[in-house]
């Protein structure tokens, strides 16, 4: 299908991976004062506090307006900032794609793998690898320069940037607390397990969990332990936090609602399948998905079950909850959307390859991905519709 988009690139941009090297030509970016935060995609679940939601419907039905191919799976979700949408995949690239025309910009090989997206602070990229010699990386996306690598064990959690800081978990054993500018270690904090677990900040504490089930809450400042609680079940998703509790699931079924002040258990949801898919928290309701091929709606503050939506495949990635839909995709290859506060379907979308990273939207863009397959940016019908008019 042509792109419904047509556009001149605005940029061009070749980085060069060499420590010193400058790109020939700058990507243009907003000024960082520019950034909207209630819309930009530039971490994990958009907000600190992992949240993953958005301010924008897009109605159905939906038609495809530009696809990019994109190989290996991107990590967790896309990121948009300016015209420019970041797909960073497992294999430790990152594509960039224009956003009007769907147009590749450049590819850069950030090292050999990548687990969790990176994230986007102040128009520098912050990255975790899970192979390689240095874990750590930071580049200039104005210039394309490496600016930062650091010895790190294999990172295998999306950075958290906070001012200064940055906080990561590892693979063995250590969480950590570095200088974002230097990458120098201010603390460590030895956990009982490998963390895949993305830390999430509520004030200020820092909050993730480990593989063998354990659940913590540190001083963002000195790392001191504030609690911790033993879950049932391995954590592999990443929490959502709100001013008073701490939202997430486990391997073994069990989605919690932990008191962000002492680390006691507020409620239990069971669940027949394990939960590797994250919660995403908007208004009073939680959304998440599992493996027994469901996708779940909760009350944030019981822990009761508002509705349930059963899709033909697993679903471990996080849905996209808007003012009145939820977004999200299925290992039986298809997107989904449904009335946010019934869970009707309202409107589904046949993929050529499952989806194994969440969808976002940005702008009046639906953006998902295809494992090994594609990027692909879908609009509401009624503005491709005006488009061609125009045209």
């Given at each position: 299908?042509?792109?419904?988009?047509?556009?001149?690139?605005?940029?061009?941009?070749?980085?060069?991976?060499?420590?010193?090297?400058?790109?020939?030509?700058?990507?243009?970016?907003?000024?960082?004062?520019?950034?909207?935060?209630?819309?930009?995609?530039?971490?994990?679940?958009?907000?600190?506090?992992?949240?993953?939601?958005?301010?924008?419907?897009?109605?159905?039905?939906?038609?495809?307006?530009?696809?990019?191919?994109?190989?290996?799976?991107?990590?967790?979700?896309?990121?948009?900032?300016?015209?420019?949408?970041?797909?960073?995949?497992?294999?430790?690239?990152?594509?960039?794609?224009?956003?009007?025309?769907?147009?590749?910009?450049?590819?850069?090989?950030?090292?050999?793998?990548?687990?969790?997206?990176?994230?986007?602070?102040?128009?520098?990229?912050?990255?975790?690898?899970?192979?390689?010699?240095?874990?750590?990386?930071?580049?200039?996306?104005?210039s394309g320069e490496r600016e930062l690598s650091h010895d790190y064990p294999y990172i295998t959690t999306s950075p958290l940037v906070v001012e200064n800081k940055l906080y990561f978990g590892t693979n063995r054993n250590v969480f950590f607390c570095a200088n974002r500018i230097s990458g120098i270690s201010i603390w460590e904090y030895i956990t009982a397990a490998p963390v895949s677990s993305s830390a999430?900040?509520?004030?200020?504490?820092?909050?993730?969990?480990?593989?063998?089930?354990?659940?913590?809450?540190?001083?963002?400042?000195?790392?001191?332990?504030?609690?911790?609680?033993?879950?049932?079940?391995?954590?592999?998703?990443?929490?959502?936090?709100?001013?008073?509790?701490?939202?997430?699931?486990?391997?073994?079924?069990?989605?919690?609602?932990?008191?962000?002040?002492?680390?006691?258990?507020?409620?239990?949801?069971?669940?027949?399948?394990?939960?590797?898919?994250?919660?995403?928290?908007?208004?009073?309701?939680?959304?998440?998905?599992?493996?027994?091929?469901?996708?779940?709606?909760?009350?944030?503050?019981?822990?009761?079950?508002?509705?349930?939506?059963?899709?033909?495949?697993?679903?471990?990635?996080?849905?996209?909850?808007?003012?009145?839909?939820?977004?999200?995709?299925?290992?039986?290859?298809?997107?989904?959307?449904?009335?946010?506060?019934?869970?009707?379907?309202?409107?589904?979308?046949?993929?050529?390859?499952?989806?194994?990273?969440?969808?976002?939207?940005?702008?009046?863009?639906?953006?998902?991905?295809?494992?090994?397959?594609?990027?692909?940016?879908?609009?509401?019908?009624?503005?491709?519709?005006?488009?061609?008019?125009?045209?």
């Amino acid at each position: 299908m042509k792109p419904l988009f047509i556009s001149v690139l605005s940029c061009a941009v070749l980085f060069s991976l060499a420590p010193g090297c400058k790109s020939l030509v700058s990507l243009k970016l907003p000024p960082p004062a520019e950034t909207r935060t209630e819309s930009d995609w530039m971490m994990l679940g958009r907000n600190l506090q992992r949240q993953h939601f958005t301010l924008l419907d897009i109605a159905p039905p939906l038609e495809m307006v530009w696809q990019k191919k994109v190989k290996s799976v991107v990590a967790d979700h896309p990121l948009a900032l300016g015209d420019v949408i970041f797909a960073p995949a497992v294999n430790g690239f990152m594509y960039l794609v224009d956003y009007h025309s769907g147009e590749g910009i450049t590819t850069i090989k950030l090292g050999p793998s990548l687990k969790g997206v990176p994230s986007i602070y102040q128009n520098t990229l912050y990255a975790g690898l899970t192979l390689g010699p240095e874990s750590l990386l930071r580049f200039d996306l104005k210039s394309g320069e490496r600016e930062l690598s650091h010895d790190y064990p294999y990172i295998t959690t999306s950075p958290l940037v906070v001012e200064n800081k940055l906080y990561f978990g590892t693979n063995r054993n250590v969480f950590f607390c570095a200088n974002r500018i230097s990458g120098i270690s201010i603390w460590e904090y030895i956990t009982a397990a490998p963390v895949s677990s993305s830390a999430a900040l509520s004030g200020m504490r820092v909050i993730f969990g480990d593989e063998k089930g354990w659940f913590y809450a540190l001083d963002a400042v000195s790392g001191t332990e504030l609690w911790k609680v033993r879950l049932e079940g391995s954590i592999f998703s990443h929490p959502v936090v709100d001013d008073s509790l701490a939202y997430l699931g486990t391997v073994a079924g069990k989605f919690y609602g932990i008191d962000l002040q002492d680390g006691r258990v507020r409620w239990m949801h069971s669940s027949p399948g394990s939960f590797f898919s994250s919660p995403a928290l908007f208004e009073d309701a939680l959304y998440v998905g599992n493996n027994a091929h469901e996708v779940l709606a909760l009350d944030k503050r019981t822990g009761a079950l508002i509705w349930k939506f059963k899709t033909g495949g697993i679903v471990n990635t996080t849905p996209l909850p808007s003012p009145h839909y939820l977004y999200f995709t299925s290992w039986d290859k298809n997107l989904y959307v449904v009335e946010r506060q019934s869970g009707e379907l309202a409107f589904t979308f046949p993929l050529r390859h499952a989806s194994k990273s969440s969808p976002v939207i940005y702008r009046d863009l639906l953006l998902i991905h295809t494992a090994n397959d594609a990027l692909i940016a879908l609009a509401n019908e009624k503005i491709v519709e005006n488009w061609r008019i125009e045209q």
